[in-house]
């Protein structure tokens, strides 16, 4: 079973759809949680830390669900620019290990 | 951007070569990971250096190999190239010592194995 997984898309929305990604993770006692974004041909960076109480940047919310073992990525009213791939990350405990999915593709349609 | 730095960022070798990839972390982190990327994956864990020793390694073969320097920069080396090995390599560097560890990457080094 993979450590990550993540359903690869695409998702295509409009401008100003709200649109959220899923990611199921398979160490319960994983402890860190990210979402990093990577444009097409570029490195990843690093979007959102997911911590247990959730949390909140502008239009983007990250939530973690350690009973059913997986994070979300919501994104309120898309812009163009959130075109992207989205990657989750999972830190299992006691290792330096970072488990990356395999992205989901983000296109936001004008 | 993240101050990491990558070279070179494009690399051309043939099935057989060896190469090294260099990578220097940002001001203040003592960490450096590296990650393989194939076209349509996520980045897969190469290895990690910490304190100039590796400390922590993925399902990678050992012709691949690194080091790291007293400064926190790294180098990969990848002996024997097959064309499987044609990827993205990111370098990704953190600070230890804090109990959520994020890491930044810096811009890759695409290599092509021909």
């Known amino acids: 079973r993979k450590e990550v997984e993540q359903d690869p898309g695409p998702f295509n929305v409009p401008e100003g759809a709200t649109v959220a990604f899923n990611c199921t993770y398979s160490?319960?006692?994983?402890?860190?949680f990210f979402w990093y974004r990577q444009d097409c041909r570029k490195e990843p960076k690093l979007l959102m830390s997911?911590?247990?109480s959730g949390n909140e940047d502008g239009r983007f919310t990250a939530q973690l669900n350690r009973a059913s073992q997986y994070i979300s990525l919501l994104i309120r009213d898309s812009k163009l620019s959130d075109s992207a791939t989205y990657l989750c990350?999972?830190?299992?405990?006691?290792?330096?290990?970072?488990?990356f999915g395999t992205g989901t593709s983000l296109t936001v349609i004008p | 951007e993240t101050g990491v730095t990558q070279s070179p960022t494009h690399l051309i070798k043939t099935r057989g070569q060896q190469v090294t990839l260099r990578c220097s972390s940002q001001?203040?982190?003592?960490?450096v990971s590296w990650y393989q990327q194939a076209l349509g994956q996520g980045p897969q864990f190469i290895f990690q250096?910490?304190?100039?020793?590796?400390?922590g390694r993925g399902n990678f073969p050992p012709r691949f190999s690194g080091l790291q320097f007293p400064n926190y920069s790294s180098e990969l080396n990848v002996n024997a190239l097959e064309l499987d090995d044609s990827a993205l390599y990111l370098c990704?560097?953190?600070?230890?010592?804090?109990?959520?560890?994020?890491?930044?990457f810096g811009p890759g080094t695409r290599l092509t194995v021909t």
């Open positions: 160490n319960s006692a994983s402890q860190s």
């Open positions: 990704a560097s953190s600070s230890r010592g804090g109990r959520v560890v994020e890491q930044y």
């Open positions: 997911v911590y247990s």
């Open positions: 250096y910490y304190r100039e020793e590796e400390n």
């Open positions: 990350v999972v830190n299992p405990p006691g290792g330096n290990q970072f488990y």
């Open positions: 001001s203040g982190h003592n960490t």
